[in-house]
């Protein structure tokens, strides 16, 4: 695409950091995560599950739950710990599924006094989640329970 000499290019507006460029950019894509969070959200009402499906959610959804839970948690103590080898054996057994969550979430919320929270965040997350879904009163056990 030709641009005329009077018009920056889009890439070009990028990396000499024009404002109105990118703020443009990025209003455009929290209007479309929007968007597709409410489509995906109004989706997910209007889906009817029956108890044995919900059943079977639970038996898939309750352990992994569990498993990034306990992991999470030691994330959070061996984050007290920053020059452990977490490439090398036991380490990399908790550091290597939870680090791909962990890594975008150190972006949004850097240290804190030093300290990494993002094990934390996430931690509270997966609690909160297994709380809504497979809890007591979760959703999906309350749909596996209807006759």
């Known amino acids: 695409m030709d641009f005329p000499s009077n018009q920056v290019s889009p890439l070009h507006a990028t990396i000499s950091g024009n404002p109105l460029y990118q703020t443009g950019v990025s209003h455009s894509i ?3 995560m929007s968007h597709a969070v409410s ?3 109004q989706r997910l ?3 009817d599950l029956d108890p044995a499906t ?3 959610a639970i038996g898939l959804l309750g352990p992994f739950f569990s498993a990034f839970g306990f992991l999470f948690i030691l994330r959070i103590v061996m984050s007290w710990y920053p020059k452990l080898p977490v490439g090398k ?3 990399v057994i908790a550091y290597a599924p939870t680090e791909p969550l962990l890594s975008p979430t150190r972006k949004l919320i850097p ?3 030093g300290v990494d929270v993002t094990p934390v965040v996430w931690f509270g997350l997966i609690s909160f ?3 809504i879904l497979v809890g007591p009163q ?3 056990v309350l749909l596996s329970q209807q006759v």
């Open 89 to 91: 054996f036991p380490y």
């Open 111 to 113: 240290p804190l006094g």
């Open 129 to 131: 989640l297994n709380e």
């Open 138 to 140: 979760g959703l999906l």
């Open 45 to 47: 009402l209007l889906v």
């Open 54 to 56: 919900a059943k079977l």
């Open 30 to 32: 929290k209007l479309e």
């Open 39 to 41: 489509g995906l959200m």
